[in-house]
């Protein structure tokens, strides 16, 4: 019974998940708002009871408070309007009234004085701030940004931006301060990582190609000014230093390449991983240099991003001279864009020495001081909000699929790899070994030592691990179907146990430990062969016996012996036997075993496979072709193999692997269709036509060799009606069943797949009917069993009108809504390339409703008599603020297009004005599919 209890309460929780911030409630108290006369705010309203007065601010979406009293006055505050209320409870006796909008658990009604009130009407949840008998509510406006610090202090942060005119942009700090003061705001400083990648967001979405940053309230301290440090003055009078906070996520140096202090920051493309770096404070032209590189997200390196790591260093060896003249800033951001560069080396002269992956086998970077104006980048990887401490650092280089460490030893770093694609293997007991294979023609064990030795300072390498030794197998020519032939290793058997089938051998190669586990697992070791010792090992490609034809009475089932050739029974064997691809078995050398306990199996190529004997019956099996077996822990084998196509989506992928393309043949007509439109074809060759060619969808024939076929291009409705036997006519749908199957007629569910698209018959009593979108407009199927069909067009409307005027114009189509983020989405990917990247889209059908018009609200009138108003969608997916920034016009309009927020938010839509905008370029037409 108690556990029966306990998992009831599991499921409980698991069902409450989905609501566990709980759900929209309205909080009633006796109180009253201050600054408010509600006998002066309602005068113009008609009185309503209080019960209604709660009911209606509960069912508007931005209705946060009501006010009201016994005498039946109501007044509701909306989130967009306001920024400040103080509530302030009073006696019952004064017949006042405030009802909140609130959120709490479904089966939670806390106490009084336990409740934590959150307006959660807009994007960011804002709390109630109780002090005494005092409830405090505040928000950023609509443009700024709300982020709530540790401390308690919340902050409204927003960016601004001189557009594509680079001319007025920002060039010092004082005028940045400036800036905002004129705002009636201060530049602010950052103290969270939620704030620096907010910020950064917008840096990454500006238009211009230009060097672009933000500047953000930080100068570096006078004493510690030049250098790389994070004592910075922060003057906005909210912001309290972190220096770890710097640390971690700003690029610093102090001093430029030119001697000029940065003691500013800005908010940037910075180096790879960092979202700051320091600036000088005025006249910041330099700032440029340090935001071209680009920031590579770390989806092909999960486990951390390509950075450029710099110190105060030299590479031991390596002359300066011997490199190009280059600024340190370009000199590092080459090394960062090529894929094969790993360090530079420079100096405070712009000489730059860059180094390659491929011809560097060795490397020793020796810290210096900062009076040698020697420095080293090293690239390097780190996770992207990583700045480690530097005594902590673990570089490595990755390139390709090759990772190699640097060895810090006091202040020197060391880097070594394997000479040019030599293969590198790391060994226990921090043995590291550099193996290459070579072609040669070696009959004996000495003279493939002296091969190996002959080409440099090598040996002929022994073999440790199952790494090594699948590596060296897979070095085989795979098109050759030669035996026991393969790479000499360094390898011999020792003396004591000399002709033996022992695993214990000596290494010549000085660096290889015996491993008997390798060498009993993996060796076909006899020992000797006819008394002759065989104490040297190769890899090859070895079996457990060797190729012989065994013989005997019987036949091969379905196999007619007229289909073969002419030829006597002992050539036909060794004809058989001397060819690589004829089916053989196997084997050992010394082995003849008596006929009831053969194993037969059939070794072609590196392929071992059973016969299965069952009674007086052989059977073999094999994938079909060049089909893969695979083997599974629980003896299920299967075949595989990979296939290149144009598959847009999983479902199509999973159809083309499940379903074969097939003709299903009916007695039925074409309703509408001429036969005599057709041509003069036997049926059988009419289908297998129809089947062979890829745009056929259906035929339509008779007992008269009619053929009429039907393509998916051109067709945009059938509807198929089923005959009878005796009228002898006939259609044959191209549909898709699995390889095996022939489904019952009742059952079978038709649908046309060619290209991307997959549209069902739809069969109603003795009906098929078919119907698509025209030419290559695209098909959505919504909820509520509409389908709609769309297509983009690049235009040149300025106002929402002249959109539908060119919708209309086109044919009995309308300026579409959408409903569905498919539909969003495939707009989105439609957007033209040569348009500005950041809001320049396609109008679509939707405009604000006139009492809402000029607010951040989704009330939408749609007219293209198909799309439904889902105000959730818009409120999910659009960028809405229902005025201009900062012309205040009315914004009641929408496109779709990237917005600032496209990538923090997903906001694919935006609003603009419906008359006198050059933001849509393009219009999506659309109609009902009926």
């Not at 060994?427 to 590291?432: A, D, I």
Request: hydrophobic share 35%; proline share 3%.
């Amino acid at each position: 019974m108690f556990l029966l209890v306990n998992m009831k309460v599991i499921l409980i929780l698991l069902a409450t998940i989905v609501f566990v911030n709980g759900q929209q409630k309205m909080m009633k108290i006796f109180g009253k708002v201050l600054d408010v006369d509600l006998d002066e705010v309602t005068k113009t309203l008609e009185p309503v009871s209080n019960i209604k007065c709660v009911d209606d601010c509960f069912q508007t979406k931005w209705c946060i408070l009501v006010f009201m009293n016994s005498e039946g006055k109501c007044f509701n505050f909306d989130f967009n309007s306001t920024k400040k209320l103080t509530v302030v409870e009073t006696k019952r006796e004064e017949g006042l009234m405030v009802a909140f909008k609130t959120r709490f658990l479904l089966d939670q009604c806390p106490a009084y004085d336990d409740m934590d009130l959150v307006v959660t009407v807009g994007r960011d949840p804002i709390p109630w701030i109780k002090n005494g008998n005092e409830y405090t509510f505040k928000k950023c406006d609509d443009y700024h940004k709300m982020f709530k610090r540790e401390n308690g202090v919340v902050v409204c942060m927003y960016a601004y931006t001189p557009g594509n005119d680079m001319a007025i942009a920002v060039k010092d700090l004082e005028k940045a301060k400036k800036k905002c003061q004129s705002n009636n705001h201060q530049l602010t400083g950052l103290q969270s990582e939620e704030e620096v990648q907010w910020l950064f967001g917008w840096c990454n979405l500006i238009r211009s190609n230009k060097t672009f940053g933000m500047w953000i309230n930080a100068r570096r301290q006078e004493e510690y000014s030049g250098l790389n440090d994070t004592h910075f003055n922060i003057t906005d009078g909210y912001t309290t230093l972190d220096q770890e906070f710097y640390r971690k996520f700003a690029d610093l140096s102090g001093i430029s390449d030119e001697g000029i202090p940065e003691d500013c920051l800005m908010v940037s493309k910075a180096s790879p991983g960092f979202l700051m770096h320091d600036v000088p404070c005025e006249n910041n032209e330099y700032g440029k240099v340090y935001t071209t590189a680009k920031l590579n997200f770390s989806i092909f390196h999960p486990s951390g991003q390509q950075k450029m790591m710099k110190i105060f260093g030299k590479v031991l060896g390596a002359d300066l001279n011997d490199g190009v003249s280059k600024p340190n800033d370009v000199c590092v951001e080459d090394c960062f864009q090529k894929s094969d560069c790993i360090l530079v080396f420079m100096n405070s002269e712009e000489q730059c020495l860059p180094f390659d992956f491929n011809s560097t086998e060795q490397l020793t970077v020796v810290e210096t001081a900062k009076t040698d104006e020697l420095f080293v980048a090293f690239k390097t990887q780190f996770l992207l909000n990583q700045c480690p401490a530097y005594e902590s650092m673990d570089l490595s280089i990755t390139v390709g699929e090759e990772s190699i460490p640097w060895i810090k030893n006091g202040n020197e770093y060391t880097f070594k790899k394997c000479v040019g694609d030599w293969k590198m293997f790391k060994r226990e007991k921090n043995v590291t070994v550099c193996m290459q294979t070579f072609e040669i023609k070696t009959t004996n064990f000495e003279a493939a030592k002296q091969v190996c030795e002959e080409k440099g300072p090598y040996k002929l390498a022994g073999l440790q691990t199952e790494e090594e030794l699948n590596w060296v197998y897979d070095r085989q020519d795979p098109s050759s179907d030669e035996r026991f032939y393969g790479f000499w290793i360094g390898a011999k058997r020792q003396a004591a146990f000399s002709g033996k089938d022992e695993p214990y051998f000596d290494f010549p190669d000085g660096y290889t430990d015996l491993n008997e586990d390798l060498y009993e697992n993996h060796c076909y070791c006899s020992g000797n062969q006819n008394s002759t010792p065989e104490d040297c090992l190769i890899v090859c490609e070895a079996h457990n016996g060797q190729q012989k034809m065994m013989k005997i009475f019987g036949k091969v089932l379905d196999a007619n012996l007229n289909d073969g050739v002419s030829k006597p029974n002992a050539v036909c064997v060794e004809d058989c036997f001397q060819k690589s691809d004829c089916i053989l078995t196997q084997f050992l050398l010394s082995q003849c075993p008596a006929y009831e306990s053969m194993d037969l199996s059939i070794r072609v190529g590196r392929e071992s496979i059973p016969w299965i004997k069952n009674g007086n019956e052989y059977t073999f099996k094999k994938c079909v072709g060049d089909w893969k077996k695979m083997k599974r822990e629980d003896n299920v084998t299967f075949c595989i193999q990979t296939f290149e196509i144009e598959s847009i989506n999983y479902k199509e992928a999973q159809t083309r692997c499940e379903g074969q393309q097939k003709m299903m043949k009916i007695f039925g007509k074409v309703l509408d269709a001429n036969l005599d439109d057709g041509v003069s074809k036997p049926n059988a060759v009419c289908v297998e036509e129809c089947f062979q060619k890829s745009d056929c969808i259906l035929v339509f024939m008779n007992s008269e060799e009619q053929c009429l076929s039907f393509v998916f291009n051109s067709t945009e409705k059938l509807t198929v009606v089923e005959t009878a036997k005796t009228d002898n006519l006939f259609v044959a749908f191209k549909t898709q069943f699995l390889l095996n199957q022939c489904p019952a007629y009742e059952s079978i569910e038709l649908s046309i797949t060619v290209g991307g698209e997959s549209i069902p018959w739809i069969k109603n009593g003795n009906e098929y009917t078919f119907k698509k979108c025209v030419g290559e407009w695209k098909m959505f199927k919504r909820v509520d069993n509409v389908t709609v069909c769309m297509q983009t067009f690049e235009i040149g409307a300025t106002s929402l009108e002249e959109a539908q005027t060119v919708c209309e114009g086109m044919g009995p189509y309308k300026l579409t809504g959408v409903q569905t983020e498919a539909e969003l989405k495939w707009i989105l990917g439609r957007l033209s390339k040569s348009w500005d990247e950041y809001y320049e889209g396609f109008w679509i059908d939707a405009k604000r409703q006139t009492a809402y018009s000029g607010q951040n609200d989704t009330h939408f009138d749609i007219t293209d008599e198909y799309t439904q108003l889902d105000q959730s969608f818009y409120r999910k997916f659009g960028f809405l603020s229902g005025r201009g920034n900062p012309t205040s016009i009315i914004e009641d309009c929408l496109i779709v297009c990237r917005t600032y927020e496209i990538y923090t938010h997903g906001h694919i839509i935006n609003d603009v004005p419906c008359t006198l905008c050059e933001n849509g370029p393009g219009v999506v037409c659309g109609y009902q599919l009926v």
